[in-house]
């Protein structure tokens, strides 16, 4: 029987992508999944891929069926952490809808009652950003502040809503695996 990893996968969100990345490399036993927009955005903010794969796997978004879904059903998973989660793969998780290796990846967790631990970048009113230049403001739309609230009633889900709180779940999290 196989050690259960964490899960982590980055969508197309830029929301503190480089505090989020700098936590994820402190972990052991991880496997990122990368969206198709990820892998875009890790590119603007001039993050190598090739430095993250030499801590752990890195899986992307390259097949329609996204076959890695499949190790949640074998127990090589114990938890699933989406950070950060654009206001697209929100909505879509929302929905219901699977249609790409990160919602599919949230759909499987929940199927199999693995816990997810989910950080939207879209959480207040007004919120200060990163962005590739440096911090902005943005204002979440409400339907994109409304499908964040409607993630945190999902069972075997904690939202997020800063990166520190991120830490402290994840943290807790593996605490009691051990």
């Known amino acids: 029987m196989i050690k259960p ?29 990368i969206s198709q927009a990820g892998e ?20 992307r978004d390259k ?5 890695p879904v499949g190790h949640f059903y074998k127990g090589h998973y114990h938890t699933f952490v ?23 990846l949230y759909a499987q967790a929940g199927k199999c009652r693995v816990p997810s631990i989910v950080y939207p970048c879209d959480t207040a009113p007004e919120m200060e950003t990163t962005a590739p230049g440096g911090k902005v403001m943005v204002y979440p739309r409400r339907i994109d502040l409304e499908a964040t609230e409607k993630l945190r009633t999902f069972e075997y889900t904690t939202v997020v809503d800063n ?7 994840v943290n807790e999290r593996l605490k009691t695996l051990k």
């Not at 964490?6 to 994820?24: M, N, Q």
């Not at 001039?46 to 794969?53: P, T, V």
């Not at 097949?63 to 076959?67: E, H, K, Q, T, V």
């Open 163 to 169: 990166v520190d709180e991120l830490i402290i779940k």
């Open 40 to 59: 875009e955005v890790l590119k603007m903010y001039g993050i190598d891929l090739s430095d993250i794969r030499a801590k752990m796997p890195v899986y």
């Open 5 to 33: 990893r964490l899960a982590w996968a980055i969508t197309g969100s830029g929301h503190y992508i480089e505090e989020c990345l700098d936590f994820l490399l402190t972990l052991d036993d991880v496997d990122l999944y």
């Open 82 to 104: 989406m950070a950060p989660a654009t206001s697209n793969t929100v909505a879509k998780c929302v929905l219901g809808i699977a249609d790409s290796l990160v919602t599919n």
């Open 63 to 67: 097949a329609a069926s996204a076959p």
